[in-house]
């Protein structure tokens, strides 16, 4: 699968904002991920070509943050901490709800629609705030199964990615966003 020619410009955009070249290698995973719906050696490969850094660089990169996916997940795809203050707070209850809800019986697996899939995470460093996930570029916090519920339907009500030929959904608010390595 090769990149579009709209995240090739956006990547080949990225190296003006940064003081680093290598600095640009997040935000370029991110584009090809957010297209691909995970990163494939190809698409290493080609943000490796696009912003002139060694491949192995770039792989080493896309190893270590767990955002990053190296097989498919579902085009809905939520982090959910298990750490420990998530975890006091009832972050299995929360997996077990989303489990039950998407249809799958472990993190990772695909639901049968392709749309929805879970991990579960190490702390995302907003713990007051627990449980919470992140999901769609934003925090969530203060978990409960009734806004998982609301989260998923609006999910289900909104068009298939396929259906979009060739458009790149950005997040209208983004609460928070970070890397965490695995
Ligand atoms: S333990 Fe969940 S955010 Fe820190």
Do not use: W
């Not at 912003?51 to 770039?58: A, E, F, N």
């Not at 190490?122 to 627990?130: H, M, N, P, S, W």
């Amino acid at each position: 699968m090769a990149l579009s020619k709209h995240a090739i410009e956006e990547i080949k955009a990225l190296p003006q904002r940064f003081p680093e070249i290598r600095s640009a290698v997040v935000p370029a995973l991110d584009i090809a991920q957010e297209e691909l719906g995970y990163l494939t050696p190809e698409a290493m490969s080609e943000v490796a070509s696009l912003l002139q850094v060694d491949p192995g660089y770039v792989e080493g990169v896309a190893t270590f943050y767990t955002l990053f996916h190296l097989e498919p997940v579902g085009e809905h795809h939520f982090y959910v901490c298990t750490n420990l203050s998530c975890m006091l707070r009832g972050a299995e209850e929360i997996c077990e709800h989303i489990r039950r809800r998407i249809g799958v019986s472990r993190e990772r697996e695909i639901s049968a629609d392709g749309r929805f899939s879970y991990e579960e995470v190490e702390c995302l460093g907003a713990c007051e705030f627990a449980p919470m996930m992140r999901y769609a570029h934003a925090y969530h916090y203060e978990l409960t199964p009734e806004k998982i519920d609301a989260l998923i339907e609006a999910a289900r009500s909104a068009r298939p990615a396929s259906a979009r030929a060739g458009v790149i959904d950005r997040p209208e608010s983004q609460e928070a966003e970070q890397g965490h390595g695995r």
